[in-house]
């Protein structure tokens, strides 16, 4: 009896270890085409299953679509090579080219699509690697990316892949979705490319717990910023270049929009710029929440004369550090707060649109902001320097503080936002204007602060190690606790850790960079291979 029962546990062990080798299985397309990679996609039945497309050029007209609930990688045979970061190399072999032919509405209406859709579910992770997209002729414009990565999934990677051209954006993320996306090269040309990446959150599930049913960023806003953790998604150690010149719009390698949060970091920007997209930029939809950038080098060569900024910063929550920009360009970092005026964005009055922040453009102020009936309006909602709020629900003009009850039609409408300072601290600039907050609605040691090599304490942000930090220091008391002037300790943690003053004279960790590289990059989510060496003793 004994060895019949032990029979049958073996036998039950290698028939469990030979059915996880076939959990990592390849599936090979037959070639390029939409078709064929689609029929690949579509066996997908485990997780650590590969897809392969092999080399070649094809044109897809139809579009191709991932949304299982297995751990995936698809790949083509495109290569990237180099650090593809700030002082090294980044060379591409385009060997699997995909063509976008997809015919879409005009300026991003609909309809609108991608010619790659990926659909991630939480606890399975999903990786598309080594695949050129291009743009074709025929294609009509795109909002939400040639290729588009959207969904719960908190393990994302978009890696060792070329965007050629692609209009107007090359790589978009939705839902509520984590990631990096690294090693990749992004080239675009004036009159193509508006947007190499853009960000959207509009999905993100709160503090609260509920959805977003309109899709527009309200749970982002509605939720802690967490710096320095992976709920954000991280873009690291690309190239992205810029042939174009300086007409509005393109160049821009990133936009951010309905509750986004991304992580800038070791990209090499040549001629490429970065940007948010505010609250009253797009109908309902809420700014860009929360975001890092951090060890870049942008390099420009417009010169100071064109108008050319590094990083135009309109919307939320951030941290600037270690960076280089050249004077290629002519600001580093603008401030913008666009409900000031309709330089830029016409606004509508409450309760059918946000309205315009204070009194001071046409008479008439925002309920949504902290003081409607003053000429600032301080604090106007979403701008640069806001934090955590109330969740707002429902569309104009119906809009209502979900916490306070109250509508855009009354007075407590607003959303009793955090102020979370913007912190910039040892970045290496020779442009020929550094920082520029562009409102008077937006004050220094209040909203932002800058680095200051003479710190005593008492206002901007200053560094070295822990023990050279003044024991003095400034809060601000209108940021709740989150803090007042910064310190960045350069021996503390990997790469340092920035503290701030949380109450007079009282210093307190306030964030701590992201595990560098990415956990993604090193993990590829491949299943370990089962265990060798095995033998049965029979008694």
Same mark, same amino acid.
């Not at 040309?189 to 959805?211: C, K, M, Q, R, Y």
């Not at 991280?234 to 393109?250: A, D, I, K, L």
């Not at 922040?357 to 320097?385: A, E, I, L, V």
């Given at each position: 009896?004994?060895?019949?029962?032990?029979?049958?546990?073996?036998?039950?062990?290698?028939?469990?270890?030979?059915?996880?080798?076939? #959990?990592?299985?390849?599936?090979? /397309?037959?070639?390029?085409?939409?078709?064929?990679?689609?029929?690949?996609?579509?066996?997908?039945? /485990?997780?650590?299953?590969?897809?392969?497309?092999?080399?070649?050029?094809?044109?897809?007209?139809?579009?191709?679509?991932?949304?299982?609930?297995?751990?995936?990688?698809?790949?083509?045979?495109?290569?990237?090579?180099?650090?593809?970061?700030?002082? %090294?190399?980044?060379?591409?072999?385009?060997?699997?080219?995909?063509? !976008?032919?997809?015919?879409?509405?005009?300026?991003?209406?609909?309809?609108?699509?991608?010619?790659?859709? @990926?659909?991630?579910?939480?606890?399975?992770?999903?990786?598309?690697?080594?695949?050129?997209?291009?743009?074709?002729?025929?294609?009509?414009?795109?909002?939400?990316?040639?290729?588009?990565?959207?969904?719960? %999934?908190?393990?994302?990677? @978009?890696?060792?892949?070329?965007?050629?051209?692609?209009?107007?954006?090359?790589?978009?993320?939705?839902?509520?979705?984590?990631?990096?996306?690294?090693?990749?090269?992004?080239?675009?040309?004036?009159?193509?490319?508006?947007?190499?990446?853009?960000?959207?959150?509009?999905?993100?599930? %709160?503090? !609260?717990?509920?959805?977003?049913?309109?899709?527009?960023?309200?749970?982002?806003?509605?939720?802690?910023?967490?710096?320095?953790?992976?709920?954000?998604?991280?873009?690291?150690?690309?190239?992205?270049?810029?042939?174009?010149?300086?007409?509005?719009?393109?160049?821009?390698?990133?936009?951010?929009?309905?509750?986004?949060?991304?992580?800038?970091?070791?990209?090499?920007?040549?001629?490429?710029?970065?940007?948010?997209?505010?609250?009253?930029?797009?109908?309902? #939809?809420?700014?860009?929440?929360?975001? &890092?950038?951090?060890?870049?080098?942008?390099?420009?060569?417009?010169?100071?004369?064109?108008?050319?900024?590094?990083?135009?910063?309109?919307?939320?929550?951030?941290?600037?550090?270690?960076?280089? @920009?050249?004077?290629?360009?002519? #600001?580093?970092?603008?401030?913008?707060?666009?409900? +000031?005026?309709?330089?830029?964005?016409?606004?509508?009055?409450?309760?059918?649109?946000?309205?315009?922040?204070?009194?001071?453009?046409?008479?008439?102020?925002?309920?949504? !902001?902290?003081?409607?009936?003053?000429?600032?309006?301080?604090?106007?909602?979403?701008?640069?320097?806001?934090?955590?709020?109330? +969740?707002?629900?429902?569309?104009?003009?119906?809009?209502?503080?979900?916490?306070?009850?109250?509508?855009?039609?009354?007075?407590?409408?607003?959303?009793?936002?955090?102020?979370?300072?913007?912190? &910039?601290?040892?970045?290496?600039?020779?442009?020929?204007?550094?920082? /520029?907050?562009? &409102?008077? &609605?937006?004050?220094?040691?209040?909203?932002?602060?800058?680095?200051?090599?003479?710190?005593?304490?008492?206002?901007?942000?200053?560094?070295?190690?822990?023990? %050279?930090?003044?024991?003095?220091?400034?809060?601000?008391?209108?940021?709740?606790?989150?803090?007042?002037?910064?310190?960045?300790?350069? !021996?503390?943690?990997?790469?340092?850790?920035?503290?701030?003053?949380?109450?007079?004279?009282?210093?307190?960790?306030?964030?701590?960079?992201?595990?560098?590289? #990415?956990?993604?990059?090193?993990?590829?989510?491949?299943?370990?291979?089962?265990?060798?060496?095995?033998?049965?003793?029979?008694?």
């Amino acid at each position: 009896m004994m060895r019949t029962i032990k029979w049958v546990v073996l036998a039950t062990l290698l028939s469990t270890l030979c059915g996880a080798k076939t #959990h990592a299985q390849t599936i090979n /397309a037959a070639s390029c085409s939409s078709t064929d990679v689609q029929t690949a996609i579509s066996k997908v039945a /485990a997780d650590g299953t590969t897809v392969l497309i092999p080399a070649g050029t094809c044109t897809w007209t139809t579009a191709v679509t991932y949304s299982g609930t297995y751990s995936v990688t698809i790949q083509g045979q495109t290569s990237v090579t180099g650090t593809c970061g700030p002082g %090294g190399t980044c060379t591409v072999s385009d060997i699997t080219v995909i063509i !976008d032919g997809l015919a879409r509405g005009a300026q991003c209406g609909s309809p609108d699509g991608s010619i790659l859709s @990926v659909n991630s579910v939480s606890g399975k992770s999903v990786r598309v690697t080594g695949i050129t997209f291009s743009w074709g002729n025929a294609a009509g414009n795109t909002c939400v990316g040639t290729l588009n990565i959207s969904g719960t %999934g908190q393990a994302n990677r @978009v890696d060792h892949s070329h965007f050629i051209n692609n209009s107007y954006v090359g790589l978009g993320w939705g839902g509520m979705t984590f990631g990096v996306v690294d090693h990749n090269v992004f080239d675009m040309n004036n009159g193509s490319t508006w947007n190499a990446i853009v960000f959207h959150e509009p999905n993100w599930i %709160g503090l !609260d717990g509920g959805s977003d049913p309109l899709n527009v960023g309200d749970g982002s806003w509605a939720d802690n910023t967490t710096f320095g953790s992976n709920r954000f998604i991280y873009v690291e150690n690309n190239f992205f270049n810029w042939s174009g010149g300086t007409s509005n719009g393109s160049g821009y390698a990133d936009d951010c929009t309905s509750g986004g949060r991304f992580v800038w970091r070791y990209n090499q920007m040549n001629n490429a710029m970065l940007q948010t997209h505010p609250t009253g930029g797009s109908l309902r #939809h809420r700014g860009c929440r929360a975001l &890092e950038v951090y060890q870049n080098n942008f390099a420009g060569n417009l010169g100071a004369g064109n108008d050319f900024i590094a990083f135009w910063f309109s919307s939320g929550s951030g941290l600037i550090w270690g960076n280089t @920009v050249n004077n290629g360009y002519s #600001h580093f970092v603008e401030l913008f707060s666009v409900q +000031r005026d309709n330089l830029i964005y016409a606004q509508t009055a409450t309760p059918n649109g946000w309205g315009y922040c204070g009194t001071s453009f046409n008479g008439s102020g925002s309920n949504w !902001d902290q003081s409607p009936n003053t000429s600032s309006g301080r604090r106007c909602m979403d701008r640069p320097g806001a934090g955590v709020g109330d +969740r707002l629900v429902n569309d104009f003009p119906n809009v209502t503080n979900k916490t306070t009850g109250c509508s855009s039609s009354s007075s407590c409408a607003w959303p009793r936002q955090s102020l979370e300072p913007v912190y &910039e601290w040892l970045n290496n600039s020779s442009a020929s204007f550094f920082w /520029a907050a562009l &409102e008077g &609605e937006l004050l220094a040691n209040e909203d932002y602060y800058n680095y200051t090599g003479s710190f005593n304490g008492a206002s901007g942000v200053g560094s070295g190690t822990l023990a %050279g930090r003044p024991s003095a220091c400034t809060t601000n008391p209108d940021s709740g606790g989150i803090g007042g002037v910064g310190y960045w300790a350069t !021996d503390q943690g990997p790469q340092g850790t920035l503290y701030t003053c949380t109450k007079a004279n009282t210093w307190t960790a306030y964030y701590t960079p992201y595990t560098y590289p #990415h956990p993604l990059i090193s993990s590829s989510g491949t299943p370990p291979a089962p265990p060798t060496g095995l033998s049965a003793i029979v008694n």
